[in-house]
């Protein structure tokens, strides 16, 4: 069993800042990327940012320059630090994981249940 937990989302006013955290647990042999989706209402859920075991990352044209991911792979846990918020960021934070259970077996996307990030004055 793996699970994902998200903290750290909330109301913040534009322009502000919330960090988003996202820990994984449970029977773990590796994680390979960690990824952040989002879907706002009526909308499709879309690829924030990623993040490889390398620490390699890439972003949404959205979100450049103003999001920053990073990972702290000792604690399994990834995070979405998010800066100059805007209305339309808005949306349900969810966190995304390819791991390994086990060494002979493949890898699994897992899921986070979601956090609410509302941006609003």
């Known amino acids: 069993q793996v699970q994902l937990v998200e903290s750290g989302g909330g109301l913040v006013q534009p322009g502000g800042s919330l960090r988003l955290s996202c820990a994984a647990s449970?029977?773990?042999?590796?994680?390979?990327?960690m990824n952040w989706y989002r879907q706002a209402p009526g909308k499709e859920r879309e690829l924030v940012a990623t993040i490889s075991s390398g620490l390699s990352t890439m972003y949404a044209d959205s979100v450049k320059d103003r999001f920053t991911i990073s990972r702290d792979n000792a604690k399994n846990t990834v995070y979405l630090q998010m800066n100059s918020l805007k209305p339309e960021d808005t949306a349900v934070y969810y966190c995304n994981a390819d791991i390994k259970t086990h060494r002979w077996l493949p890898t699994g996307a897992y899921w986070g249940q979601g956090t609410q990030v509302t941006v609003s004055s």
């Open positions: 449970g029977s773990i042999f590796t994680i390979n990327a």
